[in-house]
């Protein structure tokens, strides 16, 4: 993959997607996007990747919309910024549905968009020394409009309120407690913890499972009972069929270590 904002590795089983413009603290532009989006799906469709890592090089690990970017997108009209917030959209759905567990590992600042790239993975893991959160986007007069569907779905309305209309900047330990960060670990210790995690997915679980898992928590959203329900029914009727779960039940009776 020919890349020039990010870098893409795949090794036993994990697809590592790591952020590289650390001279611009790793802004977003429509670069970026592109590429971004490019390797998600070439993870999604990778049969020998079962876990997503989302890292950064350099001290930040997002800040947000780049500043050329930025000065460019003022002068678009109102389609062109139509397409271009569609582009940073699919990026953030195709990460939020991949059926693969996404970690994101934050080093330093993820801010605005940063935040949101961090917010639609399964798992943050964030450095306590360095990493920090916030939606700033109020702050200079604009919203944090396609990350605050997601935002709401992780840590509450209530709690996202507070968030955008503040548009502080808070510790990594002060986003734990929003609920909004997975871990909080010393910068020393962050990769490894990181790699524990990875290591856990890979022996202990199903991959077909966690991806069934994910699909029903990605649609379940907003459904009534009556269909959720029927959802449900469907979803836990096709899991049994799967072989996965055959093999694993399997295993399970006769007390077989599990080893996936």
Known sequence: MQTSRITYTVFERTARITLNRPEKRNALDDVMVRELTSAFHSAAKDQSVKVVVLAANGPAFCAGADLDYLSMIVKHDMDENRVD????????????????????????????????????CDFIFASEENAAFGYTEVRIGFIPAIVMVFLVKRIGEGRAREMI????????????????????????????????????????????????????????????????????????????????????????????????
């Open 165 to 260: 209309l503040r548009g502080n900047i808070m510790s990594a330990e002060e986003a734990l407690l929003l609920g909004l960060v997975s871990k909080v670990v010393p910068e020393n210790q962050l990769e490894q913890t990181v790699q524990d995690l990875i290591n856990e997915l890979l022996e202990k679980n199903s991959q077909t499972a966690m991806g069934l898992s994910k699909e029903m928590l990605v649609r379940l959203h907003g459904m009534n009972l009556p269909d959720s329900l029927e959802f449900a029914v469907n979803m836990n009727a096709a899991a049994r069929m799967t072989a996965d779960c055959k093999q694993g039940i399997q295993r399970f009776l006769n007390k077989e270590k599990l080893q996936w």
């Open 85 to 120: 917030s569609g582009q940073l959209a699919s990026l953030f759905k195709v990460i939020y549905e991949l059926r693969k567990p996404v970690i994101a590992m934050v080093n330093g600042p993820a801010l605005a968009g940063g935040c949101g790239l961090a917010c639609v």
